[in-house]
């Protein structure tokens, strides 16, 4: 279970740094 979540959020916050980083390429 554990490890699951950890995965989970591992995978959000590539992809908050992936929009993150669209938005700087969009600049």
Do not use: P, V
């Not at 979540?5 to 390429?25: D, T, V, W």
Request: charged share 30%.
């Amino acid at each position: 279970m554990h490890g699951a979540f950890l995965s989970g959020l591992r995978e959000a916050a590539k992809i908050r740094m992936a929009m993150e980083r669209q938005q700087h390429m969009k600049r």
